[in-house]
């Protein structure tokens, strides 16, 4: 039983896939109605889609409460909802930082607040955070999506830490350039060279069946063949 934040499409569309695919009854989140029946009816299997804003914390929990009660347990949640705003400080408006904020690091906290007494009833479990390598590669104009993803990667490890004892396995993964449009910068075109939403797919799914005596607790994920600089 898996929830997948921000499952509606992108990366998130293409885990829920996978754990479909792999047997999993799995709940998505979105904000988005339409595009998540959308999703929900390609996936198939034992799925539910659920509108949830999960910079919202009451939304999160309700997310996840109504998932281990729809499914009758929770093993693995997938934090992987997301918002990119790409500004300058002097241009981002306050309100603008409060999103990707309060989405990219404060909704991790809220789910996976919520979703703990949930794994360790059921003995343990997975908690797996979509980060990126802009959280240790700062770059012009991503002050709050880099500060985000760096708080977002210190969160994981200390949450690993608290709770690996309960047998709650903790993991981020920290992806280079997706072709999946996230930045509104161009979506797919001239960018083959960019990693596929399968490609971070499959490694949340290599995470989830590594073995119980080990943890890669961070995985960098990056484009094998990235354009040449001149």
Not at 6 to 19: E, V
Not at 105 to 113: I, R
Not at 132 to 148: E, I, M, Q, R, V
Not at 165 to 183: C, E, K, L, Q
Request: hydrophobic fraction near 40%.
């Amino acid at each position: 039983m898996a929830l997948v934040t921000g499952g509606s499409r992108g990366i998130g569309f293409a885990i829920a896939r996978a754990l479909v695919d792999a047997g999993a009854s799995v709940a998505i989140t979105g904000r988005d109605p339409s595009a998540l029946e959308l999703a929900r009816g390609k996936l198939g299997g034992q799925t539910i889609a659920l509108h949830a804003d999960v910079q919202n914390e009451r939304d999160a929990t309700r997310a996840v409460d109504e998932t281990a009660g729809k499914f009758g347990g929770l093993d693995v949640l997938i934090n992987n909802a997301g918002v990119g705003v790409f500004a300058s400080v002097a241009d981002m408006t306050p309100a603008q930082w409060r999103q990707v904020i309060e989405t990219n690091l404060s909704g991790v906290f809220y789910c996976s607040h919520a979703a703990i007494p949930h794994l360790r009833t059921r003995g343990g479990g997975w908690i797996v955070n979509i980060s990126s390598l802009a959280g240790k590669n700062a770059f012009t104009g991503g002050a709050a999506y880099c500060a985000s993803k760096a708080g977002l990667n210190a969160f994981s490890e200390a949450l690993m830490q608290e709770v690996r004892h309960d047998n709650i396995r903790v993991s981020y993964v920290m992806p280079g350039s997706v072709a999946t449009g996230f930045t509104g910068r161009g979506g797919h075109e001239g960018s083959d060279w960019k990693l596929a939403p399968e490609d971070v797919a499959q490694t949340v799914m290599d995470l989830l069946a590594h073995p119980a005596r080990s943890l890669p607790s961070r995985v960098e994920l990056r484009p094998s063949r990235p354009p040449a600089r001149g």
